[in-house]
């Protein structure tokens, strides 16, 4: 009788724990380390593509946001892609079809790449909804695209189990079309974030 008390103690004790909980620094980390499969990498020439998938409780942490502010992000994916040049030279001004003139090349970087990002998500090709440009003032070798896809089904179905791959139809570094694959394991493999925790 004793063991068997003990043992549901123990239990309950247990279920109270949530091990898979996270304070927001190692949320963050975890987001962002390639190893989880959230941020995958793709070299072509001398040209790197890094794809960063962004959960929504990253988005509340990095942009410092209450968590009254999912409700506002929820039916949408969120990502990064990062190009940077490996030979160092100014990424906005490499050109390849887009008229050859910087001006051009920050024109389709822009306002046009919005048209060249998809995301297919089970049998849905999806169009990129929001799309931004972060760059610096000084001129360098990476450069930063913000974008989102609404991905939400009106019979709310559940995309849990559905592998997704962001296409970049790429009309200016000269590489073609690139697919780059986020899995579904590595999206429902996210622990959970405890808000109230710092770390």
Do not use: W
């Amino acid at each position: 009788m004793k063991i068997l008390i003990i043992n549901i103690v123990l239990s309950l004790f247990l279920l109270g724990c949530s091990p898979n909980k996270t304070g927001k620094t190692d949320y963050v980390r975890y987001i962002e380390n390639s190893e989880n499969g959230l941020r995958v990498a793709k070299k072509i020439g001398d040209r790197e593509f890094i794809l960063q998938y962004k959960s929504i409780d990253y988005l509340i942490v990095q942009d410092q946001m209450n968590e009254e502010s999912e409700k506002d992000l929820k039916g949408y994916e969120y990502y990064t892609l990062e190009v940077i040049d490996s030979e160092g030279r100014n990424v906005l001004g490499i050109t390849q079809s887009e008229g050859g003139s910087y001006d051009n090349a920050i024109n389709y970087q822009t306002n046009g790449m919005i048209r060249n990002m998809n995301l297919v998500l089970g049998n849905d090709t999806l169009m990129c909804d929001e799309f931004h440009m972060e760059r610096g003032t000084s001129i360098t070798n990476k450069v930063r695209f913000i974008f989102s896809f609404p991905t939400a089904k009106e019979s709310g179905e559940d995309r849990t189990e559905e592998d997704r791959y962001v296409i970049f139809h790429d009309r200016i570094f000269g590489t073609g079309t690139i697919n780059m694959k986020i899995a579904a394991t590595a999206i429902n493999d996210i622990p959970e974030l405890d808000y109230e925790k710092a770390l």
